[in-house]
């Protein structure tokens, strides 16, 4: 079985999101002006553009390797495997969110966002 993670542990690595997601940002940015320069026919440097996406490699890896699921990069979203009895959920937190304030069941996926207050209603939490 992946990871898991309890939820206090989950909310504490929401700084760490954000600040991954800070440095994210406009390096996607950079690598989508870049690349539509290189189809335009324009200029662009292919060396800088190769170390931007090593960078965001680097940056989604370090998410993967604590065991957070990345969904996308575009927006970033991320989810976080959880258990509760015996059901599996995943936390879900969307790049500009403030805290970890979502959870949805493996099987429904975005679409199935619940806001954790109402598991922590259900637990006592």
Known sequence: MDRTFELDEARSLVP????????????????????ARMRAGGAADLPE?????????????DLTSGGIQVKGYAPLL???????????????WL???TEL???HDEA??????????????????
């Open 78 to 92: 991320v989810d976080l495997p959880h258990v509760r009895g015996d059901r599996r959920l995943l936390l879900c």
């Open 16 to 35: 760490h999101l954000r600040a991954v997601a800070g440095e994210l940002i406009p390096l996607r940015a950079e690598l989508a002006e870049g690349a």
């Open 95 to 97: 790049e500009g969110e």
């Open 108 to 125: 429904h996926g975005f679409m199935g966002r619940r806001p954790i207050t109402e598991l922590q209603e259900r637990t006592g939490d």
């Open 49 to 61: 553009l190769k170390s931007l996406e090593a960078r965001l490699s680097e940056l989604l890896d």
């Open 101 to 103: 304030g979502w959870y």
